[in-house]
């Protein structure tokens, strides 16, 4: 079992910026993937960003050059810099450790508003 706790969520105003932290009870390096998720309300949970094991990046369109996902292998811990906020980046944040054979966890969530 992994367990994983999101934190850095809150209430921010548009064009303003939070940083996600997603810690790990086991050793993010081991990991085949990182990610995090989204879900607004009445949407299907979207990918935001990916990592992989090698860190190489990946992000959905709508959050291309405001985001960036990094990690911190000595403190088992992803982050998403979330830059330039917009009210439609509304939703619970979820992070994902995939591991090598593609079993995934999931954390509880970390809800970020953004106010127009």
């Known amino acids: 079992q992994v367990q994983l706790v999101e934190s850095g969520g809150g209430l921010v105003q548009a064009g303003g910026s939070l940083r996600l932290s997603c810690a790990s009870s086991?050793?993010?390096?081991?990991?085949?993937?990182m990610a995090w998720y989204r879900q607004a309300p009445e949407k299907q949970r979207e990918l935001v960003a990916s990592m992989t094991s090698g860190g190489t990046t990946n992000y959905a369109d709508s959050v291309k050059g405001r985001f960036t996902m990094s990690r911190d292998v000595r403190k088992n811990t992803a982050y998403l810099q979330m830059n330039s906020l917009k009210p439609e980046d509304t939703a619970v944040y979820y992070c994902?450790?995939?591991?090598?054979?593609?079993?995934?966890?999931w954390g509880q969530g970390t809800q970020v508003t953004v106010s127009s």
């Open positions: 086991r050793s993010i390096f081991s990991a085949a993937a």
């Open positions: 994902k450790y995939v591991e090598i054979g593609a079993r995934a966890y």
